[in-house]
Each structure stands twice: as structure tokens, then as C-alpha cells.
């Protein structure tokens, strides 16, 4: 009788776990159809998926898709939600430290002090605290605007690369 019931529950938990790996095996082939599609779709050379930290009309902290574009156009879609920037607008795109830095810093050199304990657990806890962000910078009627990603892979590094290989911004002056 124990066995038995031994059994039953194993049966069970290799069967929800082989329902758990065939949904997450589908919805990424679904996410990976789309993708290729939306490509299609927008003629794109490079394509990627980032989360939204600041600057787009969407909520904050969802991923969006990004397609930069045959024609030097750089796409943002976000479900039905599509937004398109002339890479002549753009001044920009690059790397950069997180918001805030001093005050993650502090916090998870503390935080790493506490769990790893000395100086080594200081370090690891205030780079681990350290984000980086890629920022696009670009001029909306003669005003200075940014879109910031959380940066992730190796996507963003090529979406500067290929900007700044298929674009020259001009100089600005700025005068304080």
C-alpha cells in the first residue's frame, strides 16, 4: 500500500513537471515565431529583447522587443504598442553606470559584508550592486530626450556597433 502510494506521487511529480517544461517549451517557441516575423515585418539586421527602465510611453520594467532596422530606423514594440525613431534624431547610444550608483553601492557592500563577511564580501556586495544601463539619447523638437534599458547579453553591445558604424551624428555645441 505504501509503495503503491509511493509511486502514485512520484508519477505525479514527474508528470507536472513534464507538463511545466512542455508550457515553457511552447510559449518560447510562440515568443521565437513572433520574433522572427516581426524581423520579417520591419526588415530588421539586428533585433533583441531589453527591459524598460525610462522614456518610452509604456509602463516601466516590462521587456521590449527592439529592431534596428534596413532603412536606419530603430523600432520599439511592446504587444500592440509599436514606437519608431529615426536614427538621424538619434545623438547616442551607449553604455552607462546605474541610477543612484553611490547609494546601490553602499547598500550592497553592506549587504555583502553581512553575508560573505569582510573585504572581500564588501567588494562582491557593491559590484553585484552595480547596474548597467544602455541609454539612447535623442533630440525631440530641439529638446534632449533618453530611453533607458536595463542592458542584458550581448544585444546592446551590438546595437552600438551598428549604430555607430551606419551613422555619423553631427557635433553640438553647447554653451553654459
Do not use: N, Q, R
Given at each position: 500500500m505504501?509503495?503503491?502510494?509511493?509511486?502514485?506521487?512520484?508519477?505525479?511529480?514527474?508528470?507536472?513537471?513534464?507538463?511545466?517544461?512542455?508550457?515553457?517549451f511552447s510559449n518560447s517557441l510562440k515568443i521565437s515565431r513572433e520574433k522572427k516575423l516581426n524581423e520579417e515585418r520591419f526588415e530588421s539586421k539586428l533585433s533583441g529583447r531589453l527591459k524598460h527602465?525610462?522614456?518610452?510611453?509604456?509602463?516601466?520594467?516590462v521587456y521590449v522587443d527592439i529592431f534596428y532596422t534596413n532603412d536606419d530606423k530603430i523600432i520599439l514594440k511592446k504587444e500592440e504598442t509599436i514606437i519608431t525613431l529615426d536614427c538621424s534624431k538619434i545623438r547616442n547610444i551607449e553604455n552607462s553606470m546605474g541610477k543612484n550608483i553611490k547609494h546601490k553601492a553602499i547598500s550592497g557592500a553592506a549587504a555583502g559584508k553581512y553575508l560573505l563577511g569582510g573585504t572581500v564580501g564588501t567588494i562582491i556586495g557593491a559590484m553585484a550592486a552595480t547596474s548597467v544601463y544602455l541609454v539612447i539619447t535623442y533630440e525631440d523638437n530641439d529638446e534632449t530626450k533618453f530611453i533607458i534599458f536595463d542592458e542584458m547579453g550581448l544585444f546592446p553591445r551590438k546595437l552600438i556597433k551598428i549604430f555607430k558604424e551606419n551613422n555619423v551624428v553631427e557635433e553640438k555645441n553647447i554653451e553654459l
Open positions: 505504501i509503495g503503491f502510494l509511493i509511486h502514485s506521487i512520484i508519477i505525479l511529480v514527474i508528470a507536472g513537471i513534464c507538463y511545466l517544461w512542455y508550457k515553457g527602465i525610462s522614456g518610452l510611453p509604456i509602463i516601466e520594467g
